[in-house]
């Protein structure tokens, strides 16, 4: 009985790895990376998540890559002349014992170039780079753009200004 059930924890375990929204690298959770349904035309899009770090030593995420786009850069947003600006970073902290939130509004991963539309009910792999825990592939969920995600807030189709990446 105990082989049975271990064999089936196994099979659900291999069989449903898309419920899994949550992934470890080091001490590092990276909790529920997500993206927003875009049109079809939008040049760029971007990644969302939650990174946590519940050890002793802080670490840095450094970058990101994903075959959906030419280009995936780490970005912030910061207030500038009375504007909202998104200006891209070479790496964000995530102190001990903590958490950092990459959502709309905030740091997030920018994704520019994509192969495809961003369509809601797909996944497409993200890899993320941190200086000691190294590089960790998450499944990015696309979600309706009816804005049914708990992040809700400014969002990139929103007009505001984007550095140096016009005609991107």
């Known amino acids: 009985m105990l082989i049975r059930t271990l064999s089936l924890a ?30 079809p035309n939008a040049p760029a899009g971007a990644a969302y998540f939650t990174l946590k770090n519940p050890g002793a030593a802080a670490d840095r995420l450094l970058g990101a890559n994903t075959p959906r786009a030419q280009k995936a850069e780490l970005h912030t947003h910061v207030h500038q002349n009375g504007l909202m600006k998104m200006q891209r970073v070479a790496a964000v902290e995530i102190p001990a014992k903590s958490e ?12 520019f170039g994509l192969s495809q539309p961003l369509k809601a009910g797909e996944q497409f792999p993200l890899t993320l780079e941190f200086e000691k825990a190294g590089k960790v592939e998450v499944q990015v969920k696309v979600e309706g753009a009816d804005g049914h995600h708990m992040g809700q807030g400014m969002d990139h189709q929103m007009p505001m200004e984007h550095g140096d990446h016009q005609g991107h």
């Open 100 to 111: 950092v939130a990459f959502q709309p509004g905030g740091n997030h991963v920018m994704l």
């Open 10 to 39: 196994a099979l659900l375990a291999f069989a449903l790895p898309s419920f899994a929204h949550d992934y470890k690298a080091g001490d590092l959770t990276i909790d529920h990376p997500w993206s927003r349904e875009l049109p």
